[in-house]
């Protein structure tokens, strides 16, 4: 029996009729199948990539969120140095103070202080006159908004113990403009994460009051948490001192990354941001660097995030997934198994439209099959 013959035997005793259009399915769902598993093997190999444009995005939203703070506090301490070299009275601060604090709804509040007498050296004049000037008529205002809009004035004290160490002595001493450590204030009934950025004001060489604006951080965190680089990753943020300014677990915010070195969740680990974190500053604290879990494959980059204007940077903690399939390779293997299934399809409705047909149909009308049979079977008559 010749190979045609074996097909159609094997074609009659399994129901199927395996004809051509048959066989090219088959072929489509094999050659489907041995694509996706040659793009899944495939996948293993495919080296740890950094999906950089995703994670400088992330670094841009940081600057864009911060930049025009610090900005627009420089701006005012210019503004203020002009005042007081032109000779103008004190009264004109709060027509300067009020609009830069006022530029941005993430201000939360803005102050100009002077040194004794340091701007007009008219204290004695005003002292204990007005919310801007305090017993001794010391120019200490800090502005801000309340919740209807109205905008009111408390003096500052102006104490050691009082906390002015950090956002006023200290950019007094260095005359540089410095970006101030997250910090946790009680606002409304609110824990509230914010910064300062204090700005020293400078005449002849000499610092004679700071100039401040502080900062509400919660729609940063809200704006990094909104992003997954590489479809699943994490976004956090770390002060140049190692404080969480952003975090997936809103509880860690404004606390060091050395109290929180505990596994919070199977997504963000802050062991292993840890260890990357100090193997970062240990290093070369203005490169990035990524730190790859050992047998997960997960990968914490640490991104330096700088500002112009302050020496102060953050650092941008990204979590990302293990290695795997490229978005290229994904498309490849949804369109391999799309075109598998629909050959699969065809070949259901092959068997199922064959099967449904009427055994006559399939076989031939009895009169011809019979026919045909007994054509073979008749028996040669000799003829004498």
């Known amino acids: 029996m010749g190979a045609q013959g074996q097909i159609q035997q094997r074609s009659r005793a399994s129901g199927v009729p395996i004809g051509p259009r048959t066989i090219l399915v088959i072929l489509i769902i094999t050659l489907a199948a041995g694509s996706s598993i040659w793009l899944l093997r495939e996948a293993a190999l495919v080296p740890a990539s950094i999906p950089q444009e995703e994670i400088d995005a992330a670094a841009r939203n940081v600057t864009d969120f911060i930049q025009p703070g610090i900005n627009a506090a420089i701006d005012l301490g210019r503004l203020v140095e002009k005042a007081k070299a032109?000779?103008?009275?004190?009264?004109?601060?709060?027509?300067?103070?009020v609009p830069t604090m006022q530029m941005s709804a993430e201000n939360l509040g803005v102050s100009v202080v002077f040194e004794p007498d340091g701007f007009d050296g008219k204290d004695a004049e005003y002292a204990g006159m007005g919310a801007e000037n305090d017993e001794h008529g010391r120019f200490v205002p800090y502005y801000y908004v309340v919740g209807n809009g109205e905008v009111q004035t408390d003096h500052l004290t102006m104490t050691i113990e009082a906390g002015i160490e950090a956002w006023y002595l200290v950019p007094l001493r260095s005359?540089?403009?410095?970006?101030?450590?997250?910090?946790?204030?009680?606002l409304n009934g609110k824990d509230t994460l914010l910064s300062t950025i204090s700005v020293p004001l400078i005449a002849d060489g000499k610092a004679f009051g700071v100039a401040t604006l502080d900062v509400m951080l919660g729609k940063l965190q809200s704006n990094l948490q909104a992003l997954k680089p590489d479809s699943r990753g994490i976004v956090a943020l770390l002060s140049d001192a190692g404080t969480w300014i952003a975090h997936p677990d809103p509880s860690h915010l404004g606390k060091e990354?050395?109290?929180?070195?505990?596994?919070?969740?199977?997504?963000?680990?802050?062991?292993?941001?840890?260890?990357?974190?100090?193997?970062?500053?240990?290093?070369h604290p203005r490169v990035s660097l990524t730190h790859v879990v050992e047998g997960t494959g997960e990968r914490y980059v640490m991104v330096p995030v700088t500002f112009a204007g302050v020496e102060e940077g953050w650092t941008l903690v990204v979590r990302l997934p293990p290695a795997g399939m490229t978005r290229e390779m994904k498309d490849a293997l949804m369109v391999?198994?799309?075109?598998?299934f629909v050959a699969a399809l065809c070949l259901a409705l092959l068997m199922v439209t064959y099967r449904s047909?009427?055994?006559?149909?399939?076989?031939?009308?009895?009169?011809?099959?019979?026919?045909?049979t007994a054509r073979r079977k008749q028996p040669t008559i000799e003829r004498r």
Request: hydrophobic share 40%; net charge neutral.
């Open 257 to 283: 990354i050395v109290e929180t070195g505990v596994a919070t969740s199977d997504a963000f680990d802050d062991r292993e941001a840890g260890i990357a974190y100090s193997e970062y500053v240990n290093g």
């Open 336 to 340: 391999s198994l799309g075109i598998g």
């Open 357 to 372: 047909r009427p055994a006559a149909t399939r076989l031939g009308t009895p009169s011809v099959a019979l026919s045909a």
């Open 86 to 97: 032109a000779g103008s009275d004190r009264e004109i601060i709060r027509g300067l103070a």
């Open 175 to 186: 005359k540089k403009p410095r970006l101030l450590q997250p910090y946790i204030y009680p």
